[in-house]
Antibody
Framework: QVQLQQSGPGLVRPSQTLSLTCAIS??????????WNWIRQSPSGGLEWLGR?????????NYAESVKSRLTINPDTSKNRFSLLLNSVVPEDTAVYFC????????????WGQGSLVAVSS | SYEVTQPLSVSVALGQTASIICGGN??????VHWYQQKPGLAPVLVIY???YRPAGIPERFSGSNSGNTATLTINGAQAGDEADYYC??????????FGGGTTLTVL
């Protein structure tokens, strides 16, 4: 059974970088059949997909247009985890952030992290 | 970019059938997935690839697609089914696209 455990600070200052990590157990970040995603949920409630990384002879990344210029998702094979780095944050980046695994080819999210509330505030 | 729309809220009497719709252009050809989310928790997959139920999801949850509408149906709604429900598709240009979510109230 796949488990995803998130960690990272709950408060980030405006213009700084938001950093979260998702540790994987029960699967491998290098599994070529799945993708590893970050999704956020704003205080208003909607879910917003941010980006994905997957391995297939090399690492592939997809990012949502809304954050593409500010977002990096890094896999870490040595620790079997992946991370989110969102730079130049603004208060509108305040949200609950989730990591999630998708089943490659069909792109549904069958395993989720517990969620991390991150506030952007001075 | 592809968009999907959901009603803000749906109400159903205890034990009756609830239908939650997800609208999108020619959504019938897409793989639609559905999630249930209760307050303070991560979403849980309840239907994937239009009609499949993950292990542990009750049989009263079912999904269908036709034309411009996908539907999540809950037969014999229980009090514990009260939650927000989200539909989701994958678009090759946009990535994962979620509906705005529907709050289900069981009366």
């Amino acid at each position: 059974q796949v488990q995803l455990q998130q960690s990272g600070p709950g408060l980030v200052r405006p213009s700084q970088t938001l950093s979260l990590t998702c540790a994987i157990s029960g699967d491998s970040v290098s599994n070529t059949s799945v993708g590893w995603n970050w999704i956020r949920q704003s205080p208003s409630g909607g879910l917003e997909w941010l980006g994905r990384t997957t391995y297939g002879s090399k690492w592939y990344h997809n990012y949502a247009e809304s954050v593409k210029s500010r977002l990096t998702i890094n896999p870490d094979t040595s620790k079997n985890r992946f991370s989110l780095l969102l730079n130049s944050v603004v208060p509108e980046d305040t949200a609950v952030y989730f990591c999630a695994r998708d089943v490659g080819g069909y792109y549904y999210f069958d395993s989720w992290g517990q969620g991390s509330l991150v506030a952007v505030s001075s | 970019s592809y968009e999907v729309t959901q009603p803000l809220s749906v109400s159903v009497a205890l034990g009756q059938t609830a239908s939650i719709i997800c609208g999108g252009n020619n959504i019938a050809i897409k793989n639609v997935h559905w999630y249930q989310q209760k307050p303070g928790l991560a979403p849980v997959l309840v239907i994937y690839r239009r009609t499949y139920r993950p292990a542990g999801i009750p049989e009263r949850f079912s999904g269908s697609n036709s034309g411009n509408t996908a539907t999540l149906t809950i037969n014999g709604a229980q009090a514990g089914d009260e939650a927000d429900y989200y539909c989701q598709v994958w678009d090759i240009n946009t990535g994962a696209v979620f509906g705005g979510g529907t709050t289900l109230t069981v009366l």
